[in-house]
């Protein structure tokens, strides 16, 4: 029986100073309960699926629900079936990074999952809208297939098939549900709550934030705004076949955090990657042992013997980068042992929390717009002017929105001014909703009106500035960022995508992506590109801890006023390119 990874029940049996919060018994749910689903194919069922979380009912929507898919892979191909109900109608999108659904008629059951198979890394369901990522982009015709079938019992099914050799696309019949672009999303009827049109983690009423859970205690003299070394050695001189004992794994919510026991001249290299973290390790010696399904950021591990010493291979949920989804420290021995500890600490949620350079704290210069009457320019020498942009932070005064490691409308304020600051210098025009802790009006429906509203005309952009949150039996399941938008102008999905590029280039937070199901009534309202960034979320044990960071602040405004800036140099806005396109 090979061994398996040995679980701490306290920090202490690290061998590192401090404890491991107590030891806790952790009452919130780590991961999705597992659920046996038929095969497709004779192939085991490859994920697990999410217990239908609770949404708030709208009037007169189906009591039908949409999700829980069976699936099953065989080589790099895996297919996904639904159930459809009576009634149930959908819309399928292919695009670079998997298939969207966008469901009627039913109340999509949300979950967010990760592998259902070989060939689809990520399940996302809520709100209306399904998206199965893929490690490779969809064509119209190429990377998938869909069909529906009846079943004996008289069930409708819907089909889908992924694969990086497949080529197909929809059915004949299903052709005329492809889209290429998401369609519009109306305004609410009549009568429709203000909870529906407001972001996903405002509507968490104080009564159901519960008890969040805690973050992982800090290594001993960790140093969060240096980068983890990518390379080590440990001190002292190396000691000739010294064996490496099995990992051990300390679980926190939110964080897995294993330590390497390394003898003395043991050298170390870390390589992140999309499938985890490979440890080369120089000076030990072991076996090739294994460990499965240890926490729900660490998937497995694995050591296989080099010709140096020992490749050990830590596989996660979640791709890593250099910058994020990890950390690691080199911890001296403890008094009487000669053992260096190389601690490293796993999430998705774990992002940049470097100091910006003087240099990248510089934005470029944005050039002035030319004035226009009519169709006719005014005298050059008197035309042009800085463009103008709306910054909204969200919440203010007596609306505290999400409460949770931080409180949203504080932290909302601080990076809109950093934004503000840094678009001033590069020659923006910059409006704030608000500059000091207030609402602009007591009624929360006049109040995001009057936001919506100061897109007055000449202005070119709209950008509201939001922190997300989750109730907490579910509050691990919410990390990362992601931007929101309303089809209230052509450009506002444009303004979105370049938004949420840049913020996550600039954090390394995890990607959440774009987001278009709800009618946020601040973007609705709005008659310029629009869109509501959510810059993590306060009731994540780590992403909160990101947003207390002054670093990780820095780098949002940064990414959101480089976004802004791209945004406005390439015609992304009310007005067409600002000073023509940039070369």
Not at 2 to 14: G, H, M, T, V, W
Not at 136 to 157: H, I, M, N, Q
Not at 417 to 426: K, N, Q, S
Not at 461 to 472: G, K, R
Request: hydrophobic share 40%.
């Amino acid at each position: 029986m090979k061994p398996q990874a040995i679980l701490l029940s306290s920090f202490l049996s690290c061998g590192v100073a401090g404890g491991w919060a107590g030891a806790q018994t952790d009452p919130f749910q780590r991961a999705v309960p597992a659920q046996t689903l038929p095969s497709l194919r004779g192939a085991p069922a490859s994920a697990a699926v999410a217990a239908p979380g609770s949404l708030s009912t709208l009037t007169g929507v189906p009591t039908a629900t949409f999700g829980n898919p069976r699936t099953s892979s065989d080589g790099s191909q895996t297919r996904v079936v639904f159930d459809l109900a009576p009634g149930v109608t959908y819309s399928l999108m292919p695009t670079f990074g998997g298939l969207r659904l966008d469901v009627q008629g039913a109340r999509v059951l949300p979950a967010v999952m990760s592998r259902l198979g070989t060939s689809v890394s990520e399940y996302r369901a809520a709100g209306g809208q399904v998206t199965l990522v893929t490690p490779f982009p969809l064509g119209l015709t190429d990377g998938w297939r869909a069909s529906e079938a009846t079943l004996a019992s008289g069930k409708r099914v819907l089909i889908l098939e992924f694969g990086p050799t497949l080529a197909g696309g929809p059915s004949a019949s299903l052709r005329a549900l492809v889209r290429t672009s998401p369609g519009a999303v109306p305004a609410p009827p009549k009568g429709t709550p203000l909870a529906e049109q407001l972001p996903p983690g405002d509507n968490i009423p104080a009564s159901s934030r519960g008890s969040l859970p805690p973050p992982a205690p800090a290594l001993p003299g960790q140093d969060t705004s240096r980068p983890s070394a990518l390379a080590g050695r440990a001190p002292g001189l190396p000691q000739a076949g010294v064996n490496l004992g099995a990992p051990r794994v300390g679980k926190n919510p939110g964080m897995t955090r294993v330590v390497l026991d390394l003898p003395p001249g043991a050298t170390y290299r870390l390589v992140p990657g999309g499938v985890g973290l490979r440890i080369e390790l120089s000076g030990v010696s072991a076996a090739a042992l294994s460990g499965q399904n240890v926490s729900p950021e660490v998937r497995g591990w694995r050591y296989e013997p080099t010709p140096e010493g020992v490749a050990v291979t830590l596989l996660t949920a979640a791709p890593l980068t250099e910058r994020s989804g990890w950390r690691a420290q080199l911890v001296p021995p403890v008094e009487g042992s000669d053992r260096s500890r190389l601690a490293i600490d796993l999430s998705p949620a774990l992002a940049d929390l470097t100091p910006l350079t003087p240099r990248e704290r510089t934005l470029a210069a944005v050039p002035a717009v030319p004035v226009t009457r009519g169709t006719a320019l005014l005298a050059f020498s008197a035309s042009l002017v800085q463009p103008r942009v709306v910054i909204d932070p969200g919440h203010g005064g007596r609306d505290p929105g999400a409460v949770g490691t931080i409180i949203e409308k504080q932290v909302t304020l601080d990076v809109a001014l950093r934004v503000r600051d840094l678009l001033r210098a590069a020659g923006v025009d910059v409006v704030l909703t608000r500059e000091t802790d207030r609402e602009l009006h007591p009624d929360k429906n006049t109040d995001l009106t009057m936001r919506a509203q100061m897109g007055t005309p000449g202005t070119q952009l709209f950008v509201s500035i939001h922190v997300n949150a989750m109730e907490a039996r579910n509050a691990l399941r919410g990390y990362g960022v992601e931007t929101w938008w309303n089809p209230n102008h052509p450009l506002s999905s444009s303004l979105a995508a370049v938004l949420q590029k840049n913020v996550v280039n600039v954090t390394g937070a995890f990607s959440q992506g774009l987001k278009s199901g709800r009618s946020l009534a601040v973007l609705r309202n709005s008659r310029i590109p629009a869109a509501l960034v959510e810059i993590g979320y306060t009731s994540h044990p780590v992403d909160g801890l990101n947003l207390k960071d002054n670093n990780y602040l820095d780098r949002v405004a940064l990414g959101i006023a480089q976004g802004i800036r791209e945004a406005l140099v390439t015609g992304i806005t009310a007005g067409g390119a600002v000073g023509g396109a940039e070369k």
